[in-house]
């Protein structure tokens, strides 16, 4: 029972979650790591280096970056960014948290990561960038249409940088607020 408990638990997660052996097969995947990349669990249980998520122009550098995790000379806990495809070519950002995958006895059997898609968070944060640069441009462009000096073209530049701090801030109180009324 308890193991079917857990079973519904990870198959319910939108985190996706993918296990390797020490020799870097895969060995599990979850509902929502498959969906992520658009393949089945059957296509990708047993596969090695190259991942067939992997995009072909970083599939080098991805086979160093785990050459150094699994040879121990990577930090296991720490979140990393990397770029995934989807099987029909989509690529994506996504955030790994890899860490050894131990018995009850401490004994490394592989790796087990968690993995989450960032592309809503990537999305978010580009707006908000180029959120505060409109207001900048439109604070300076305000300033110089109206003849203003260098310094006062600054601190309206600077002006517009707060405001779409202040804006972002309350955007973020807003969804906060929001979150909790669910």
Not at 30 to 42: E, I, K, R, S, T
Not at 53 to 68: I, V
Not at 150 to 178: N, S
Request: hydrophobic content about 40%.
């Amino acid at each position: 029972e308890a193991l079917a408990f857990r079973k519904a638990m990870e198959d319910s997660l939108v985190t996706g979650l993918r296990a390797r052996d020490l020799e870097g097969r895969i060995t599990y995947v979850n509902p929502a790591f498959c969906a992520m990349v658009g393949y089945g669990a059957d296509e990708l249980i047993g596969r090695g280096a190259p991942a067939p998520y992997w995009p072909p122009e970083r599939a080098h550098e991805y086979g160093e970056r785990l050459a150094l995790s699994y040879g121990g000379q990577a930090s296991a806990r720490e979140g990393v960014e990397s770029v995934f495809m989807h099987q029909d070519g989509t690529r994506f950002p996504v955030l790994i948290f890899e860490a050894p995958l131990l018995t009850s006895g401490g004994q490394q059997t592989g790796w087990m990561s968690a993995v989450m898609d960032v592309t809503a968070q990537r999305r978010a944060e580009e707006s908000s960038r180029a959120s505060h640069e409109r207001l900048q441009a439109s604070a300076r462009l305000a300033a110089i249409l109206a003849g203003s000096t260098p310094q006062i073209e600054q601190a309206c530049a600077d002006y517009g940088q707060a405001l779409g701090t202040a804006f972002q801030v309350i955007d973020y109180v807003l969804d906060y607020d929001g979150d909790t009324q669910e």
